[in-house]
T-cell receptor, first 114, second 113 residues
Framework: DADVTQTPRNRITKTGKRIMLECSQT?????MYWYRQDPGLGLRLIYYSFDVKDINKGEISDGYSVSRQAQAKFSLSLESAIPNQTALYFCATSDRTGGQETQYFGPGTRLLVL | GNSVTQMEGPVTLSEEAFLTINCTYTATGYPSLFWYVQYPGEGLQLLLKATKADDKGSNKGFEATYRKETTSFHLEKGSVQVSDSAVYFCAQSATSGTYKYIFGTGTRLKVLA
């Protein structure tokens, strides 16, 4: 089984709808992240969480919110979806061993907002 | 601020050709450096990493050496295969303080049979 899973894998929604993307991990990591990927822009950080009680905004958090329900679960919500939120969304987890951090990614959710 | 710069793609090679994908970084201190690979329709997978100067990361025939003097971490492979076709991302991670994991924009590699 995959260590980092994302649901759904694909989603089509309409402008103004609220949607939630979910991420679960079995790696036992405290740190979790949400990124979006757009062609030619690489990955941009939306939100990150270093433990259940810690939530931080990334570089492009406007229009998004997150919930860290448990160590293993980190959800991303679009309260009112708009077409420019059409993108590929990735969840990641990381450990920080000996001061070094390595990130591990889920398979991604492809979102289309009409 | 910290940054990662990769060569623009796409890079198109014939099978068994030599591959180099350039990556340079700017950073305060000495970050860890990574290469990730994204195959079509999949998420990013860690390919290799190096945590200090002169370290060489290697995996699946790919290699990259952490060069502090040139602030570079170029990815190389001696003989590419069609199955290596993917997007490759260079990234850095700060060794102290709060979050600072920065990705390059990615380089698409296409290998022709």
């Amino acid at each position: 089984d995959a260590d980092v899973t994302q649901t759904p894998r694909n989603r089509i929604t309409k402008t103004g709808k609220r949607i939630m993307l979910e991420c679960s991990q079995t790696k036992g990591h405290d740190r979790m992240y949400w990124y979006r990927q757009d062609p030619g822009l690489g990955l941009r950080l939306i939100y990150y969480s270093f433990d259940v009680k810690d939530i931080n905004k990334g570089e492009i958090s406007d229009g998004y919110s997150v919930s860290r329900q448990a160590q293993a679960k980190f959800s991303l919500s679009l309260e009112s979806a708009i077409p420019n939120q059409t993108a590929l969304y990735f969840c990641a987890t990381s450990d920080r061993t000996g001061g070094q951090e390595t990130q591990y990614f889920g398979p991604g959710t492809r979102l289309l907002v009409l | 601020g910290n940054s990662v710069t990769q060569m623009e793609g796409p890079v198109t090679l014939s099978e068994e050709a030599f591959l180099t994908i350039n990556c340079t970084y700017t950073a305060t201190g000495y970050p860890s450096l990574f290469w990730y690979v994204q195959y079509p329709g999949e998420g990013l997978q860690l390919l290799l990493k190096a945590t200090k100067a002169d370290d060489k990361g290697s995996n699946k025939g790919f290699e990259a050496t952490y060069r502090k003097e040139t602030t570079s971490f170029h990815l190389e492979k001696g003989s590419v295969q069609v199955s290596d076709s993917a997007v490759y991302f260079c990234a850095q991670s700060a060794t102290s303080g709060t979050y600072k994991y920065i990705f390059g924009t990615g380089t698409r590699l296409k290998v022709l049979a």
